[in-house]
């Protein structure tokens, strides 16, 4: 590649106007003068994640980013978060995405992430691994960031047709579901006596979890289940980095974005400080990535999880705050790299607006900048500051080829 680029995902950062921010959003709010910087040296828009109007959870939103069509590859949640604990798959797999949640004796959820738990979770994860299940299925557990953790069941004539036992997003109050087949199958239906059977399971060990005991001992809520949601089987794409023929790295705390970008062939960079929280260390990634592009990969991309969180939580000034470590983070990777030399992305995976506590179906801002790119002016930086843009209306997919195409790595469609 005759040039680089670094891309930036703010997971979640895009909102919608907030009477306590004076009817603006976040972004709009914050001060972020090098993002309203970069904006106005290249294309810019907001940019939906992959059609207008459907909201996208945070695997379809970054296999869009990646380059993949959704609609083609994905299988479900599960799957992705197994990549990111580094587990390979067997095609006879099922494979969920889970949480460390709260139940009380009833199997009433109290708390569907256990207090946000973000310590000890590989031992609690450990004294799930390795359970064999009645008809012989092994189950397979990894902890994964905070109270994230990925649960795949190994074994003969298992079924992905099945509901699973999260009762949703802000749904305490409502037991752990029963699972059951979706299909009239004799495997659907024995695959979902068999996640029933591991529900029980589950509940046993880490009520009596040592962590757990000492968890309620301090006033904690304890991890005393995994709700599992997202089934799936193993993905099957071409590597992204090799379709576009380019050497690419992934600096996250989050395992879904990681494990998303092994799957494309990028090399997945992860520290200890580097959480999916908001204690995450901004100025650490920004070194890395500055240091992966100096170490020559042609394409590095630099996730940050937080605003997500502060979405989820309905917590606005806080999501303002995740804009303005960002800006600075941004702000300190401008003072090492040449723009000439290396382009600047910047992008979310879908909007999280903190009144709606969930996923939207709105885009998100969006920019590319640097030496060569086509640039307008803007007055700030936000959502309603870039509806003038070049890049307003289309999608993930279409920026990651414009992204691609400035590297110069697609291929000319005819002679």
């Known amino acids: 590649m005759s040039k680089q680029a670094l891309l930036i995902i703010a997971d979640g950062?895009?909102?919608?106007?907030?009477?306590?921010?004076?009817?603006?959003?976040?972004?709009?709010?914050?001060?972020?003068?090098?993002?309203?910087?970069?904006?106005?040296k290249g294309l810019f828009g907001n940019v939906y994640p992959v059609k207008p109007g459907v909201p996208v959870g945070?695997?379809?939103?970054?296999?869009?980013?990646?380059?993949?069509d959704p609609y083609e590859v994905y299988t479900g949640r599960g799957p992705i978060e197994a990549y990111g604990a580094g587990i390979d798959l067997l095609p006879s797999d099922i494979a969920f995405r889970g949480n460390f949640a709260t139940v009380d004796d009833e199997l009433t959820v109290i708390d569907r992430r256990a207090g946000r738990i973000n310590?000890?979770?590989?031992?609690?994860?450990?004294?799930?691994?390795?359970?064999?299940?009645?008809?012989?299925?092994?189950?397979?557990?990894r902890a994964l960031s905070a109270h994230r953790v990925a649960?795949?069941?190994?074994?003969?004539?298992?079924?992905?047709?099945?509901?699973?036992?999260?009762?949703g997003t802000a749904k305490?109050?409502?037991?752990?579901?029963?699972?059951?087949?979706?299909?009239?199958?004799?495997d659907a239906l024995e695959t979902a006596k068999i996640i029933n059977e591991l529900t029980e399971k589950m509940y046993s060990v880490l009520s009596l979890h040592p962590v757990n005991q000492q968890r309620i001992?301090?006033?904690?809520?304890?991890?005393?289940?995994?709700?599992?949601?997202?089934?799936?089987?193993?993905?099957?794409?071409?590597?992204?980095?090799?379709?576009?023929?380019?050497?690419?790295?992934?600096?996250?705390?989050d395992r879904t974005v990681l494990g998303i970008a092994r799957m494309a062939g990028l090399d997945v960079f992860h520290q200890k400080g580097f959480t999916a929280g908001y204690d995450t260390d901004y100025i650490g990634k920004a070194e890395l990535a500055v240091s992966k592009l100096k170490e020559g990969y042609d394409w590095v991309v630099l996730h940050v999880k937080a605003p997500d969180l502060a979405g989820h939580d309905c917590q606005p000034m806080t999501k303002v705050s995740t804009a303005i470590n960002l800006d600075m983070m941004v702000g300190h990777i401008l003072q090492q790299?040449?723009?000439?030399?290396?382009y600047i992305g910047y992008t979310s995976d879908h909007s999280t607006p903190c009144d709606r506590r969930d996923h939207s179906g709105d885009p998100v801002p969006t920019f590319f900048a640097g030496g060569n790119v086509r640039s307008l002016p803007v007055e700030d930086f936000g959502e309603k500051f870039l509806v003038h843009g070049a890049l307003n209306n289309?999608?993930?997919?279409?920026?990651f080829h414009i992204q691609m195409d400035h590297l110069e790595a697609v291929r000319k469609l005819g002679a």
Do not use: W
């Open 13 to 40: 950062m895009g909102d919608n106007p907030i009477s306590l921010l004076n009817e603006l959003t976040p972004l709009e709010y914050a001060a972020t003068p090098n993002l309203k910087e970069l904006a106005s």
């Open 58 to 68: 945070t695997d379809v939103g970054h296999l869009a980013i990646f380059g993949y």
């Open 119 to 141: 310590q000890n979770t590989d031992e609690l994860a450990e004294a799930i691994d390795g359970i064999v299940l009645s008809n012989g299925a092994r189950v397979i557990a």
């Open 151 to 167: 649960v795949v069941i190994r074994g003969q004539n298992l079924s992905e047709h099945i509901s699973t036992t999260d009762p």
């Open 172 to 186: 305490e109050g409502e037991r752990v579901q029963q699972s059951a087949a979706l299909v009239e199958d004799k």
């Open 217 to 253: 001992l301090d006033g904690l809520p304890p991890a005393n289940m995994i709700l599992l949601r997202g089934i799936g089987r193993e993905i099957q794409a071409p590597k992204m980095t090799e379709s576009f023929g380019i050497r690419g790295a992934c600096i996250a705390g």
């Open 337 to 342: 790299i040449d723009l000439e030399q290396c």
């Open 394 to 399: 289309l999608t993930a997919i279409d920026f």
